[in-house]
């Protein structure tokens, strides 16, 4: 079972429309969560941290449930400029500073 | 531009051949990482410094490979006796001390491709 795990996808959405990814990660120990945002071959860049109590950024608005070890993302009014590859992050626990990928959920916004 | 600059951006190599990448971190952040990332997978960790010391090193970091951070700034990352399954984009990123909420900024990344 992968440490983290999300839907890869791909999602083809209309511009305009709300789309939510999830994701699921193993590591109870895991001590904070990231969506980063990668282009076609491009680096990873840092979308948002993900906090127990929600948090939002314009458009965007993710949600941590330590609980069910389940992060999500929720993108509103969906521009062409969203179309990337989310991905979802935890960083390992017990010190750890590894940052913890998953595979990535492919979003391709269309007119 | 203030970002992290890695350097080649591209290095293509026949197999067997020895290739060293270079990595310039943000200039106030004293962490810095190595992760390795194959098309259509996630980026994934190899080694992570703490200004020059070296304190976590993953398992896929082979006795092929090794790190240095020598003066806490740049770090260099070597492969030696490449084989085909190196081929991957390796890339660097770096972060401010503190917390365990630090973000970590990626560099563009190298590319590399082994003949």
């Known amino acids: 079972r992968k440490e983290v795990e999300q839907d890869p996808g791909p999602f083809n959405v209309p511009e305009g429309a709300t789309v939510a990814f999830n994701c699921t990660y193993s590591n109870s120990a895991s001590q904070s969560f990231f969506w980063y945002r990668q282009d076609c071959r491009k680096e990873p860049k840092l979308l948002m941290s993900v906090y127990s109590s929600g948090n939002e950024d314009g458009r965007f608005t993710a949600q941590l449930n330590r609980a069910s070890q389940y992060i999500s993302l929720l993108i509103r009014d969906s521009k062409l400029s969203d179309s990337a590859t989310y991905l979802c992050?935890?960083?390992?626990?017990?010190?750890?500073?590894?940052?913890?990928f998953g595979k990535g959920t492919k979003l391709s916004v269309i007119p | 531009d203030t970002g992290v600059s890695q350097d080649p951006r591209h290095k293509i190599t026949k197999r067997g051949q020895n290739v060293t990448f270079r990595c310039d971190p943000i200039?106030?952040?004293?962490?810095l990482y190595w992760y390795r990332q194959t098309l259509g997978q996630g980026p994934e960790f190899l080694t992570y410094?703490?200004?020059?010391?070296?304190?976590?090193k993953s398992r896929l970091l082979s006795d092929r490979f090794s790190a240095e951070r020598p003066k806490g700034s740049f770090s260099t990352l070597e492969i030696q006796r490449t084989e085909q399954g190196d081929s991957a984009m390796y890339l660097c990123?770096?972060?401010?001390?503190?917390?365990?909420?630090?973000?970590?900024?990626f560099g563009d990344g190298t590319r590399l491709s082994i003949l």
């Open positions: 992050v935890a960083l390992g626990g017990a010190g750890s500073y590894q940052l913890t």
């Open positions: 990123a770096s972060s401010l001390g503190g917390g365990a909420g630090q973000p970590q900024h």
């Open positions: 410094f703490q200004n020059e010391a070296q304190l976590e």
């Open positions: 200039s106030e952040h004293n962490r």
